[in-house]
């Protein structure tokens, strides 16, 4: 499996655990965005997106979505 993952966004806030957004893509077929790059005491973990279900979604709001070619 290929695993392509990259960093959208640094956050530069000192008193923020985030410290990067970022994505991934599996395959080049199932792609995650939202991912967090959060720095705690025991170190640094990704932790998945969490977003509020709204009944109107678009494709360009999409958290988890698959890749065709």
Do not use: Q, W
């Not at 392509?4 to 991934?24: L, P």
């Not at 990704?46 to 678009?58: A, C, G, K, L």
């Amino acid at each position: 499996m290929r695993i392509h993952a990259s960093i959208n966004r640094m956050v530069n806030k000192e008193d923020s655990a985030i410290k990067a957004y970022a994505s991934v893509t599996m395959d080049g077929m199932f792609a995650v965005h939202g991912l967090r790059v959060i720095e705690t005491e025991k170190g640094r973990f990704v932790n998945m997106p969490s977003t509020s279900y709204t009944p109107i979604r678009t494709a360009t709001s999409s958290t988890a979505t698959p890749s065709t070619p």
